[in-house]
């Protein structure tokens, strides 16, 4: 009998031993299974955003054939424009005007200006009027030249009057090109008189336009 007591409890434990350790296994195949997926059951590797396409480049407009890139229409480009005297160019000119607006004295209003001449038979007499404002800065008058009135008789330019007198060949440089006329005639009132018989074109002053008076 006690040889047949000590097979079952053998038995038992080898059983139990058994049990015990397919339970383990199992359990640890189901602990591998919720902690590790499978790659079909792992989530897709995200796919990058395609890359942005490249910008259009398009070709910068044509220059104007009097485009001069002086050091005004520079230094706008680098934040650092200024006014610069002297400019005889389309651009630089509206640029000089913008920057003129706020002149409050002679000597800045002088340097964004042009000169208006009247003669007559006891006067020759000028006036530097500033473009920006329409403001006479400076006005000149002494006796009448001879000699000038007889060039004036003979173009039969008219006595008495506010004349701007424009050089279109631009190779004066006491008077105003092509595009300083073009420039004053957009701010400023003229009427043409004649081209003389030397090529320069005369034009009456008749004051600033109505938008540059208010400024």
């Known amino acids: 009998m006690p040889s ?32 590790e997926p499978t790659a ?6 995200p796919t990058p955003p395609p890359a942005p396409p490249e910008p259009v480049v398009r070709p910068a407009p044509a220059r104007a054939k009097n485009f001069d890139p002086s050091a005004l229409a520079r230094a706008a480009r680098t934040g650092e424009a200024r ?5 005889r160019d389309l651009y630089t000119l509206g640029e000089n005007h913008r ?13 964004h200006s042009f000169q208006v001449r009247l ?3 006891v ?4 006036q530097v009027v500033h473009c920006s404002s329409g403001k006479t800065i400076r006005f000149q008058k002494r006796a ?3 000699t000038t009135q007889a060039r004036m008789e003979a173009e039969k330019l008219p006595a008495g009057v506010w004349l701007l007198t424009i050089d279109p060949s631009g190779q004066r440089a006491d008077l105003p090109n092509n595009d300083w006329y073009r420039h004053i005639s957009r701010f400023h009132r003229l009427d043409f008189v004649k081209r003389t018989t ?16 208010a400024r």
């Open 99 to 111: 920057l003129s607006l706020d002149a409050l004295t002679p000597q800045d209003m002088g340097l």
């Open 123 to 126: 006067n020759d007499a000028t």
């Open 83 to 87: 006014l610069m005297p002297g400019a």
């Open 119 to 121: 003669v007559d038979a």
């Open 198 to 213: 030397d090529g320069l074109v005369v034009y009456r002053y008749l004051g600033p336009r109505d938008s540059t008076a």
């Open 40 to 45: 079909a059951a792992r989530p897709p590797t």
């Open 144 to 146: 009448p030249d001879p």
């Open 4 to 35: 047949v007591s000590i097979l079952r409890v053998a038995l038992t434990v080898g059983l139990a031993t058994a049990l015990t350790g397919c339970g383990w296994g199992y359990a640890e195949r189901v602990e591998k299974s919720t902690l």
